[in-house]
């Protein structure tokens, strides 16, 4: 079991920068691969980033690739995503996930654990 708690949220005007942090709990947390989901008000889960338990891989959605940076501290057993030249666009709540291997990292059915979330407002 894994229990994942989101933090970091908040309210930043468009161009600003917002790092988010999800600590986990419980077992083997370096054995997942770590994932950040996003879901807007009246849209779908959408996959962000996510990166292998070694940090030696990650993956991004096109839209934030140049602007987002998901990183691991594994002694911390905490994933970070540091979001830099945010867009009203980016408006959502983000939510980490777990999941036991590197394989479809953006399909949001083979994450095993979810945190809450954490709301992230963009304003123009």
């Known amino acids: 079991q894994v229990q994942l708690v989101e933090s970091g949220g908040g309210v930043v005007q468009a161009g600003g920068s917002l790092r988010l942090s999800c600590a986990a709990s419980g077992s083997s947390f370096s054995r997942y691969t770590m994932g950040w989901f996003r879901q807007a008000p009246g849209k779908g889960r959408e996959f962000v980033a996510a990166?292998?338990?070694?940090?030696?891989?990650?993956a991004y959605q096109d839209s934030v690739k140049d602007r987002f940076t998901i990183s691991r501290d594994n002694a911390k057993n905490t994933v970070y995503l540091q979001m830099n030249s945010l867009k009203p666009e980016d408006t959502a709540v983000y939510c980490c996930?777990?999941?036991?291997?590197?394989?479809?990292?953006?399909?949001?059915?083979?994450?095993?654990?979810w945190g809450q979330g954490t709301q992230v407002t963009v304003s123009s």
């Open positions: 996930a777990a999941e036991a291997v590197w394989t479809n990292v953006a399909d949001s059915s083979k994450y095993e654990y």
């Open positions: 990166i292998r338990w070694s940090g030696g891989d990650t």
